[in-house]
């Protein structure tokens, strides 16, 4: 049976350097005018959860759809980290990096979740997991951990600094610049070594 998280699921926004360097002009206009100096967070509401096997029901306003490739810390009993789980953090496309609005994070079955968590005693260092994302086969993005703005252990400290993280809640290490797109009819393999493979593919809606 494929993983499903028992708690809140959080996706971490401009936690990759690319990332941050590509909006680096944007982080000084209003209405910020300045980096963000904590985290910035979101919610992956239960409706968006999709398995791993499953079909994606994309709506047919929806052209297409951005593949947010990432691994994320599934929270132990003690605030620790209890696994590792591959995620596919999809979104209509959009530009509000700073406030993802709702309505393009949270459509129904836009996260794939990764088939097992892999035990977090089985890894040495999260800076060494490396992503490839694959398109119907062809590998469209590779994602290497080590370019974290703040690392795994540096993440969920600072989160847990302004909010407790419970058992079974999830928290994304955050989605690399460079985000593939998808459409109605194409499978998308996220893989990493150590981790099965999340595999999902996209569907339109029945008529």
């Not at 990432?70 to 990096?97: Q, R």
């Not at 996260?111 to 062809?138: N, T, Y």
């Amino acid at each position: 049976m494929s993983f499903i998280p028992t708690g809140t699921v959080y996706g971490v926004l401009l936690n990759f350097r690319a990332e941050v360097d590509a909006l680096a002009p944007q982080m000084t206009q209003p209405p910020y005018k300045a980096p963000p100096q904590a985290p910035v967070l979101y919610v992956k509401t239960a409706n968006t959860w999709s398995p791993h096997g499953s079909a994606i029901v994309i709506p047919p306003r929806i052209p297409e759809v951005e593949v947010g490739a990432t691994i994320a810390m599934v929270i132990g009993a003690d605030g620790d980290v209890e696994g590792f789980v591959p995620m596919n953090d999809l979104s209509i496309p959009h530009s509000s990096f700073f406030r993802p609005p709702v309505k393009f994070k949270c459509v129904d079955g836009f996260l794939g979740i990764g088939p097992a968590m892999r035990d977090a005693q089985e890894v040495a260092d999260p800076a060494e997991f490396r992503l490839e994302v694959r398109i119907d086969g062809e590998l469209r993005q590779s994602v290497d951990f080590s370019q974290l703005v703040r690392n795994a252990s540096r993440l969920l400290a600072d989160v847990s600094e302004f909010m407790t993280l419970a058992r079974g809640d999830v928290l994304m290490l955050g989605c690399d610049a460079g985000r593939p797109l998808a459409r109605v009819g194409d499978r998308i393999e996220i893989s990493a070594p150590g981790f099965e493979t999340l595999l999902n593919t996209l569907a339109g809606e029945a008529a």
